[in-house]
């Protein structure tokens, strides 16, 4: 059981998606996002949601859990992730990896890979052994750039460039420690790893490759790192479209959760969008974004939010409004009306697909009154502080939906990606 002063002290250090506005481009380029960990709770003392009976999984399905994880942190959806040596049966199954549709790429920290499980370096065409910075709103995780063979359920992309998270890798370049606070553990990230399965292959994308982007990828001789422009191929890469199969995009599915609260669910990720029987889009509505960000529009109470994103790693709803008290401080990264706000909002796609969701806003304050370490937590809300003009549809919106996440050029019966559709 949590106590709520310790919640009251996690809410102090809210994190949550910030679009970097130096990488992305427009070809076969992504925009670079940061996941997301707000942190809040809510009742009841013993509830808990599941999947239907346990039956043996697709091979393109990994189960999702939301849980207590890593640091008593609520709404964090995680899975489990095999990383291997290439080409070897060297391997390493880590589990409290954030699923996390506001990213693109896996990282995870070196202290979850045994010595037996060696990773070879990524180098550049010149031999320079390459790092990165990876930007959060309040702070970064630096790390190599590892190749590992990745498995999620029964996929495997081989090969593919990771982040391993290090602290003590080189020495960190100032432009990168100068973002803020160090991710650089799994108690500070809350999560043994991000795996980022948004719209788009790679972390950076043609930015990078034009330019050095400052605070982004590294050559490191010994413990001088220089900022250096990367090919795509060499980024940190989403390894959906690296799977030899279901590569075009995935479906993060979610039981609905009550309203109090519940101790933990479990959903399902399922790779492929209608490449098997079970990842079929049926009725959903695709919504475009933007193919050089992955942004949308949110039009709600009369405000439109242009950097609209829809992020399973924000554990909240995130988004700026008067007609919301904020809570007092501590509690004031988060809203806090007198009773539950039943609000609505249309979310609208590039492609002019226009659709009307609901949601309901609680008091953060109130519900950490009668928290008893709940991980299911579907009323949580509060000001996006990055800027004015994001909405952030984080994990509550992905209760009781199957969210699916196009990736850029890939095909699919829904169009080309990139897309999401829920």
């Not at 009251?8 to 990488?23: D, R, S, T």
């Not at 990896?97 to 990773?119: C, I, K, M, Y």
């Not at 990168?176 to 790679?202: D, E, M, Q, W």
């Amino acid at each position: 059981m949590r106590p709520s002063d310790s919640f009251l002290k996690l809410l102090a250090v809210a994190v949550f998606a910030l679009l970097l506005a130096a990488c992305g481009g427009g070809g076969g380029g992504s925009s670079s996002a940061s996941t997301s960990a707000s942190n809040a709770s809510t009742s009841t003392q013993t509830a808990t949601t599941t999947a239907p009976a346990a039956q043996a999984l697709a091979a393109n399905v990994a189960t999702v859990t939301v849980d207590s994880g890593v640091t008593d942190v609520p709404n964090m959806p995680f899975v489990s992730v095999t990383v291997c040596a290439p080409g070897s049966t060297q391997c390493q199954t880590i589990n409290h990896v954030l699923v996390d549709t506001g990213s693109w790429g896996l990282r995870v920290f070196a202290s979850q890979l045994p010595a037996s499980v060696a990773l070879p370096q990524e180098q550049d065409a010149l031999a320079n052994p390459l790092a990165e910075c990876m930007q959060f709103f309040d702070g970064y995780t630096w790390g190599s750039v590892r190749i590992a063979d990745v498995q999620i359920g029964g996929e495997k992309a081989a090969s593919l460039p990771i982040q391993v998270i290090d602290p003590n890798y080189s020495a960190v370049p100032s432009d990168c420690s100068s973002v803020g606070a160090s991710r650089n553990a799994p108690t500070a990230l809350a999560a043994n790893g991000v795996l980022g399965i948004g719209v788009f292959k790679h972390d950076c994308g043609y930015n990078c490759v034009q330019q050095a982007v400052p605070a982004t990828y590294y050559g490191c001789q010994g413990t001088t790192c220089t900022s250096l422009a990367l090919a795509e191929a060499l980024q940190v890469a989403n390894p959906i479209p690296y799977f030899s199969t279901d590569n075009n995009g995935s479906v993060l599915m979610l039981p609905a959760a009550a309203s109090s609260g519940a101790a933990s669910l479990a959903g399902q990720l399922v790779f492929g969008i209608g490449t098997e029987t079970n990842n079929g889009l049926g009725s959903a509505q695709v919504i475009g974004v933007n193919p050089n960000n992955g942004t949308f529009s949110t039009v709600q109470n009369g405000t439109t939010y242009t950097n609209s994103i829809m992020d399973s790693g924000s554990t909240g709803l995130f988004f700026q409004t008067t007609g919301l008290p904020v809570c007092a401080s501590p509690n004031n990264a988060y809203y806090c009306p007198a009773s539950t706000e039943q609000l609505s909002a249309v979310i609208e796609g590039v492609n002019g697909i226009n659709s009307a969701v609901s949601f309901d806003v609680g008091n953060a304050t109130a519900l950490t009154q009668t928290s008893s370490g709940d991980a299911v937590m579907p009323l949580l809300a509060g000001p996006a502080f990055v800027t004015s003009t994001i909405f952030d549809w984080g994990l509550p919106f992905f209760y009781g939906r199957s969210v699916y996440a196009a990736v850029e050029q890939q095909s699919t019966p829904g169009g080309t990606g990139p897309y999401i559709a829920y």
